[in-house]
């Protein structure tokens, strides 16, 4: 149990003094942007107080409750300084819902705002940004907050659970988790409406209407229809959806607007259907799915026998 003890409290001093050495990085990265920009743009005006305040989001806060911990990390007091931190947690998903407009405003001034852009080009020579441009620095805060999880976790496992400590660092866990959890699903939301976009750019007119409230992006690619009637093969496009299929097919390559579009064929409602995996139709190779709406049959080919296993398990997922 000694021993036990010792390797515990061994890995702790490792992690703790790892915390805090990271930390004063982390410190001394946000502080570049407070004081070469954040201050300086105050006092000059070159950015009106709205739009300085979406770029840099809530950066000053940030930096505050960093320094805080790192004080009482320098102390010792890892329990009392992590709970404290744990208060200002939140931060980090307002700063994480305010990134993607932080960014497109800070193009946008790039574009219009002839002084901002020559003062960041002058701001990025300093010896002390090592070439860095300001854009590599705005995500740094959510890149630390993945390290705290693993920081905190590490603190946790090596700790001795009947000590007062271990319910702080517990708590802390948990907190951090959650927050990156909650950061975590801005990201999946905003990648699931950048697919939702490039899809229906893709589809010619705006009759199929992509972009729906709820709606989540799976997966697509290029299957065989089997037509009931023995007539040939049919190469289209599917996009799946959380509740819809969407088949299409290129639209005529010399055609002047739409030759790189798709012209949508159907579009078929999940919510009644199901899916069964037909094999057989070529020795081991491929594979053919069925899949069975109220008033349709649709029977698509591969060839390729992992992409119809793929394309099964998707189908299946989405349905239930």
């Not at 009947?162 to 909650?182: C, F, G, H, P, R």
Request: with cysteine; net charge positive.
């Amino acid at each position: 149990v000694e021993d036990q003890r010792a390797r515990w409290e061994r890995k702790r001093s490792r992690t703790a003094k790892e915390l805090l050495e990271t930390e004063h990085k982390y410190l001394e990265q946000l502080d570049l942007v407070l004081t070469y920009f954040v201050t300086i743009l105050k006092a000059k005006g070159t950015l009106k107080p709205a739009v300085l305040e979406t770029i840099f989001g809530p950066l000053e806060s940030l930096y505050s409750a960093s320094h805080v911990l790192s004080l009482h990390l320098e102390e010792g007091n890892l329990g009392p300084g992590l709970e404290n931190f744990c208060q200002n947690l939140n931060l980090y998903g307002h700063y994480a819902e305010n990134l993607e407009q932080a960014n497109k405003i800070l193009k946008e001034q790039l574009r219009k705002n002839k002084s901002f852009r020559r003062f960041k080009k002058l701001q990025e020579t300093r010896p002390q940004f090592q070439g860095r441009e300001l854009e590599d620095l705005l995500p740094l805060p959510l890149q630390r907050l993945h390290q705290y999880k693993h920081f905190f976790r590490d603190l946790l496992e090596n700790t001795s659970p009947d000590t007062a400590e271990y319910q702080k660092l517990a708590k802390a866990v948990k907190s951090v988790s959650e927050v990156s959890q909650w950061v975590q699903d801005i990201f999946d939301k905003r990648k699931n409406s950048l697919q939702l976009l490039r899809v229906q750019k893709l589809l010619k007119g705006q009759k199929t209407q992509v972009l729906t409230p709820g709606r989540w992006y799976i997966r697509e690619g290029w299957l065989l229809v089997v037509p009931s009637k023995g007539e040939e093969l049919k190469r289209r496009m599917f996009f799946l959806f959380s509740d819809i299929l969407i088949a299409a097919k290129p639209c005529h390559p010399l055609h002047l607007l739409n030759s790189n579009k798709l012209s949508c064929q159907a579009v078929y409602s999940l919510h009644q259907c199901s899916v069964d995996k037909v094999f057989g139709h070529t020795r081991s190779q491929g594979g053919l799915l069925s899949l069975s709406f109220p008033h349709k049959t649709l029977l698509l080919m591969s060839s390729n026998q992992q992409e119809i296993h793929d394309w099964y398990r998707s189908l299946t997922t989405a349905v239930r």
